[in-house]
Nanobody
Framework: QVRLVESGGGFVQPGGSLRLSCVAAGINFRLHALNWYRQSPGKQRELVADITSAGDTVYAESVKDRFTISRDNGKATVYLQMNSLRPEDTAVYYC?????????WGRGTRVTVSP
């Protein structure tokens, strides 16, 4: 059974930093690309960052040069380091993996950026 568990969200002031983690189980972690998405109230879920099994990364334009996605295959964990946070980064952040034709999601971790 595929399971993804996010953590690390919280409340932070603008300009602050947070590091999100997502631990995966039920897959051969090192073989799969992992994604971070986010969803703000009233908006569609959007892709924030992606990391392939080879470690190649893709970022949304809005987070380039501020966020960094990384992975630790030994710990079956994907990270999202978020720096220079802005109020518009406020959202629930989800990790996901595409596995055997299905997209699996964690329950998300909430990030609130506010003065």
């Amino acid at each position: 059974q595929v399971r993804l568990v996010e953590s690390g969200g919280g409340f932070v002031q603008p300009g602050g930093s947070l590091r999100l983690s997502c631990v995966a189980a039920g897959i051969n972690f090192r073989l799969h690309a992992l994604n971070w998405y986010r969803q703000s109230p009233g908006k569609q879920r959007e892709l924030v960052a992606d990391i392939t099994s080879a470690g190649d990364t893709v970022y949304a334009e809005s987070v380039k040069d501020r966020f960094t996605i990384s992975r630790d295959n030994g710990k079956a964990t994907v990270y999202l380091q978020m720096n220079s946070l802005r109020p518009e980064d406020t959202a629930v952040y989800y990790c996901s993996v595409h596995y055997k034709g299905n997209e699996f999601w964690g329950r998300g971790t909430r990030v609130t950026v506010s003065p």
